[in-house]
């Protein structure tokens, strides 16, 4: 799937916002349809059958995050990435719980943007196929053999590390957070720090400085996102 034939679906009321990316993913060869409203959402989502969904928390009629749980109950499995405000931490955390597979935050870069929007179709892609091992510099984890590599040495970890390491390479370059990993993990029963405490000694077995985090970076009061997959 190139650019030029995805169709990105922007649902957002402001109208300055909405021409920002109409112009702004059309010059990164996205082909853009637009929607004021939860309404015309769901309508255009039926119509014009749309690659990926680029969608406001801040609607008019129904809240983004009730539009967003809405559309994961009816199984809609198009990547939607979220736009948010920096300061609404808890905000971007209900919005990946209930399903988006990414959030940008307002004001925005249009080249951060795009990438966004790359690993999004990427990652909804990958998902039918998931690769035994995967590679991102000098890190490499095959998840068969459960072998863990930085460069030729191959590392030890913990299971509980391996598990947090595990989930963050099955969803590469999307951010996830706190509870997800909690969850998934330990049930929901920890607290953040104890997943702090074992990310911290994660990092310190697999990253060149874990001080300056080049594979696995922390998403402030949300959750932690591992850097994609190279491209081969």
């Known amino acids: 799937m190139t650019n030029s034939t995805v169709k990105v679906l922007v649902v957002d009321d402001e109208p300055a916002i909405r021409k920002l990316l109409r112009v702004g993913l059309a010059s990164e060869g996205y082909a853009v349809v637009e929607a004021i409203n939860a309404k015309d959402a769901i309508a255009l989502v039926g119509e014009d059958r749309p690659d ?12 983004g995050h009730d539009l967003l749980a809405r559309w994961r109950n009816e199984g809609l499995e198009l990547p939607v990435v979220v736009l948010s405000s920096r300061t609404d931490e808890q905000g971007i955390v209900n919005a990946l719980e209930n399903g988006a597979d990414d959030y940008v935050t307002k004001p925005f870069g249009m080249k951060e943007l795009a990438a966004r929007l790359r690993v999004a179709l990427r990652h909804r892609l990958q998902q039918q196929g998931e690769r035994p091992v995967f590679k991102t510099g000098d890190l490499s984890v095959d998840l068969v053999k459960r072998i863990v590599k930085v460069g030729d040495n191959e590392i030890k970890l913990s299971p509980k590390e391996y598990d947090i390491l595990r989930i963050l390479v099955q969803h590469a370059g ?5 509870q997800h990993l909690l969850k998934q993990i330990w049930g929901g029963s920890a607290d953040v720090q104890y997943l702090r405490v074992y990310v911290r000694q994660l990092r310190q077995k697999v990253e060149r400085s ?9 998403e402030t009061g949300v959750g932690y996102r591992l850097r994609e997959p190279d491209q081969n």
């Open 52 to 63: 990926l969904i680029l969608l406001d928390l801040g609607l008019p009629d129904i809240a």
């Open 174 to 178: 999307k951010v996830i957070t706190h």
């Open 210 to 218: 874990p001080d300056q985090p080049e594979y696995i970076t922390t």
